[in-house]
């Protein structure tokens, strides 16, 4: 049994992250993970899931003349998987899914002899300044913590588990946050929207790899990990980068709920940074606009829960718990991944603009039921049709995202 | 025999686009580029180039301490060139260099059948969209011209010249250009400038096979290329991404001369951009800044001549021509890529300041000389030194390249 976390140990306190893990807490197997289940359960795989993940191996050419579905959506949607697809499809031979089933493998060795020592403050400072030319959006460090370490791995060739193994001596993890394109999360529900899930993933590849590599050409160990290896939400908060929102994202002060998480596991001395709260919480609990948006229902309404929902739930954390079964079931069904939640949630906001800091900073006081009101009124995380976008219209269907700015240097 | 290039042709007429191409013009050979060189030439392989190339491979533990080629510098600038070098050492058994000596190959097939057809309009307009979308910072796009294509490829198995192999039906080029960034070149020459580069490909690489999937899923041709397969900087100039400058870069009005370009070469119907001019030839002609900075006197002072300098020089074009032995000989020195003629150059601004923007419309009209006098007065392309972009004080040491927001959203 491995309960909560107090703030004796090493890492973070758990109530400085506002977790509440359990007596009954147990550690999760990715074999759980409902994306696996639909490779094995019965339950899980059927036709239409079948169906789904087909269309992004090979573009559809006709499936069903709605507006963001189209051959053209597709084309878009599945050359944007193109980058990390290549490193996840790169060792299928050797058992590998890299990025999704395994962590990223394709590194160099770094030199035989490690550097002139810096201190933990300096190594943390140069890494943050490294991660961002890379190309990373947000970058924060916590302590290795096992629990949100996967007991075992899937393997896609025998459809049971493998050993997680990770290299000894693993002291911290640096997890990365990479934004997702706005305009195009605006389409959501599309296969057009799924461009920015897509992109983020092979941004997220090269990042990761980029920085994984500069930390071994320093002579220290470096793991790159996507959805492989452990949970990512849990360290993205311990690590400073965001608060837990009812629709089980992490909520970050400078992109909302727009973003993807990568993190490498290093023996690095690093300094730790501490979680940020900035009022979600709160905000989530009088807020459902997520669980209303919802259209297979996968968000919880009320308070949070200690219950897993189902298998591919987490047990022994009260949290909000969304359901993983019913979430893919809607992408099976409109045969493309779904980010209503993302585009609805008030918190995802273009922050350049001042109104939208300010709109952040009230939202984190009593003043949060008006700060709702006021998105509503001001009509909250509307659709952009998908056609409208690729007729270069996002521009002119202001919302509470920026439109891009007139003076982008790409020439049209 | 392939002369000019006049209105009548299909493509952008010779005259249109700057260029002076004589009677005794030569299509170029790869096996002339003076990188290739390197690996068959004795008098250009030494010690110096063999530990200029060993040292991408495996970074430096110990160099020398100067500031900027450090184990970190190099730590960095080798993890920045990690992306591109996984899509070129992916076939070296095949005997491909992707990117480099051959196209990039790591993509899927389309469909079967093609798509609906949109007009050409409509398919510019939508794969500027695309290209945007994926990262590129510029694209232009013009009519293939088989004149700037290698008239053969080098194979590094054998040492010697192999067919530059393309498909049949290739119609149009997309021209792309990804901006460097702007403190890293700063630094330069460093190896930790070098990081600009290696940043440059890799990001190049990943919107490439990005774009050219898309295309691919379209039903189309696409074939992505880097310095492998033609000549960039005439296609560059063509498809309307800027002009030529007298280092022998595209100067653009955009981002002057820190850009790197990659292209794609496909049957899919597009229309042609036409040449831009926006005063650069007859500024460089009064201001000889590059060539004065370069520490290989390898930029030419006075006017476009017609002979080239050696083997890896073009025959039979008048311009400002670059003396490549000299410029490679020079990294070779200092182990690492120089980018003094990016960083020195009075057009490479940061053209989000409205002042830089008035400088640049300036610099177009006789007030040049002045603009030339008013850049050298404010500092010009100073050098930052590289443990100070280390320390995070690029912003504090402003120049005519911006300082980074001080609303970057990355934590520090």
Redesign the interface.
């Known amino acids: 049994m491995i309960g909560g976390r107090g703030a004796d140990d090493d890492g973070v306190a758990d109530a400085e992250a506002g977790f509440e893990v359990l007596d009954d807490f147990e550690r999760f197997s990715q074999v759980d993970d409902v994306f696996c289940r639909s490779w094995w359960d019965e339950s899980i795989r059927d036709e239409r899931s079948e169906r789904f993940y087909a269309t992004y191996?090979?573009?559809?050419?006709e499936w069903r003349r709605a507006n963001g579905f189209t051959?053209?959506d597709?084309?878009?949607r599945?050359?944007?998987w193109?980058?990390s697809?290549?490193f996840t499809e790169m060792y299928e031979d050797r058992d590998r899914r890299d990025g999704f089933l395994d962590p990223l493998s394709?590194?160099?060795?770094?030199?035989?002899?490690g550097?002139?020592p810096e201190s933990p403050e300096e190594s943390t400072?140069?890494l943050?300044?490294?991660?961002?030319?890379?190309?990373?959006?947000?970058?924060?460090i916590t302590a290795f913590d096992e629990r949100w370490v996967y007991t075992e791995r899937f393997s896609s060739t025998t459809g049971e588990a493998k050993p997680n193994d990770l290299p000894d001596g693993l002291t911290s993890v640096v997890v990365i946050g990479q934004s997702m394109?706005p305009?195009?999360i605006r389409t959501a529900p599309s296969a057009l929207s799924g461009?920015a899930t897509g992109?983020g993933y092979?941004?997220d590849a090269?990042v990761l790899?980029?920085?994984a590599?500069?930390i071994?050409?320093?002579?220290y160990q470096a793991v790159p990990s996507m959805n492989d290896t452990a949970l990512a939400i849990p360290l993205a908060i311990q690590a400073?980068l965001g608060e837990y929102g009812r629709h089980g994202l992490v909520i970050t002060p400078?992109?909302g709920a727009r973003l993807r998480f990568g993190k490498i596991f290093t023996d690095l001395p690093l300094v730790s940074?501490r979680p940020r709260s900035f009022g979600v919480k709160e905000f989530c609990e009088q807020c459902d606009r997520c669980a209303e948006a919802c259209p297979a229902s996968a968000i919880p309404h009320g308070g949070p829960v200690a219950v897993a929902l189902n298998r591919s739930g987490l047990t022994g954390v009260r949290k909000w718990s969304v359901d993983g079964e019913a979430c893919f079931g809607y992408w099976s069904k409109i045969n493309s991944d779904c980010a209503i939640c993302v585009r609805i949630c008030p918190f995802t906001r273009d922050?350049?603009k001042p109104v939208n800091r300010w709109w952040r900073r009230l939202a984190g006081t009593r003043l949060r039921g008006v700060m709702l009101r006021l998105d509503d009124r001001l009509g909250g995380g509307r659709r952009l049709k998908p056609n409208d976008w690729?007729a270069?219209l996002a521009s002119r269907r202001p919302s509470r995202w920026s439109p891009r700015s007139p003076?982008?240097?790409?020439?049209?």
């Open positions: 191996r090979r573009p559809l050419t051959q053209r597709y084309a878009l599945n050359a944007s193109h980058v697809d290549v394709m590194l160099k060795d770094g030199p035989d002899t550097l002139v400072r140069h943050k300044q490294v991660a961002k030319v890379f190309g990373a959006d947000l970058v924060g394109d305009d195009l461009t992109l092979s941004q090269a790899l980029g920085v590599q500069y071994r050409n320093l002579g400073g400078e992109f940074d922050y350049s690729w270069g003076r982008s240097p790409v020439r049209r």
